[in-house]
Nanobody, 116 residues
């Protein structure tokens, strides 16, 4: 099993920035990818950004150029640096990991609210 603990959410004005962190523990050696999803009220959960153990990254079109995903393998932590935040970025952000042989794991979620 993999446990994921997020931190860093909060309230920010439009145009501001936030950094989310997600620390993984447990069966971390099988983790092939880590990333972030978000879910706004009344909407489906959607991919924000993901990073594989091989170093490749993927971003949703809506956040390209504004968000950056990074990993500190020594700390088993993935970060999401968010710049130029918009009200439409308001959502609960979930950390996600995929571990080979174990499947998908999710964090408890952290609220990001962007005021206009």
């Amino acid at each position: 099993q993999v446990q994921l603990v997020e931190s860093g959410g909060g309230l920010v004005q439009a145009g501001g920035s936030l950094r989310l962190s997600c620390a993984a523990s447990g069966s971390i050696f099988g983790i092939a990818a880590m990333g972030w999803y978000r879910q706004a009220p009344g909407k489906a959960r959607e991919l924000v950004a993901t990073s594989t153990s091989g170093g490749s990254t993927t971003y949703a079109d809506s956040v390209k150029g504004r968000f950056t995903i990074s990993r500190d393998n020594a700390k088993n932590t993935v970060y999401l640096q968010m710049y130029s935040l918009k009200p439409e970025d308001t959502a609960v952000y979930f950390c996600h990991s995929y571990a080979i042989g174990l499947g998908d794991f999710w964090g408890q979620g952290t609220q990001v609210t962007v005021s206009s």
